[in-house]
């Protein structure tokens, strides 16, 4: 005899674009600045935002340094993307938010401390990316 009662759920999110699926990179889930994925001074690559979300870095910015560098790099006609820098406390410093391909926030001045970096779809496009990140 079998049990039809027994059941499975589950769910599966998936987003539809223009150009197919969009699938979460490996950095997931840092859609909001408490669920920062921490990065250290590098290049990150195949990275993405899907249409509607954001992803959120957090950089510390050593003692002694006081510099900080951000810049995005994607196809601004697979989806316009914009960047963001936000210190330790939630208060926002810079944007950049160009019409064209790639964007780029560098920083003076600045002490030591965590810094919050946001990539985020110009009216919630979606688009893949690399992100390069420096503290100096």
């Known amino acids: 005899a ?8 589950y769910t599966t999110a ?16 840092n859609d909001v600045m408490g669920a920062a994925w921490w990065v ?14 954001e992803d959120w870095f957090a ?4 003692p002694g340094a006081s510099h ?29 938010t160009s ?3 790639d964007e780029l926030i560098e920083l003076g ?3 030591s401390g965590w810094y919050y970096l946001q990539v985020y779809g110009y009216a919630g496009a979606g688009n893949a990316y690399g992100l390069s990140v420096n503290a100096y």
């Open 14 to 29: 998936l987003w539809r674009t223009a150009q197919g699926t969009c699938l979460d990179d490996p950095y997931e889930d």
């Open 99 to 101: 019409s064209d391909d």
């Open 109 to 111: 001045g600045l002490g």
């Open 59 to 62: 950089l510390e910015v050593p």
């Open 2 to 9: 079998y049990n039809y009662t027994q059941r499975c759920e």
């Open 40 to 53: 250290v001074p590098a290049s990150y690559h195949n990275l993405q935002v899907c249409p509607g979300e």
């Open 68 to 96: 900080l560098y951000f810049g995005a790099t994607f196809s601004h006609a697979a989806g316009d993307l914009d960047i963001a820098v936000w210190d330790g406390g939630g208060t926002f410093l810079a944007s950049s």
